[in-house]
């Protein structure tokens, strides 16, 4: 129960970062791809406190497999998405 509260808290972050992406102007750039930064990470930090906790439960191997399985690729498309919003502020930032 509480990976899955974890997995809908990382999916309100991100969808938050979603809508935010379109307020973004020169003007308060600055602001909002920290905001992105943030909800983003604390994404990538409920994903490893799921993957943890749910390591650590008693329960069928090949369903552990299947969920770990899909954590870590979740984890992997949120961590190339920080790295484009990592990309992208610097890239505003310079010009």
Do not use: G
Request: glycine fraction near 0%; charged fraction near 25%.
């Amino acid at each position: 129960a509480y990976c899955i509260e974890l997995i809908n808290v990382s999916i309100d972050e991100l969808q938050k970062s979603l809508c935010e992406i379109f307020r973004i102007r020169r003007s308060n750039i600055v602001l909002i791809t920290s905001d992105l930064q943030s909800w983003v990470s604390a994404t990538l930090t409920d994903e490893d406190t799921c993957m943890d906790r749910f390591s650590s439960r008693a329960m069928n191997e090949y369903a552990k497999m299947m969920v770990r399985k899909r954590i870590v690729k979740i984890a992997h498309s949120t961590r190339n998405a920080l790295a484009l919003i990592n990309k992208y502020t610097s890239s505003q930032i310079l010009h």
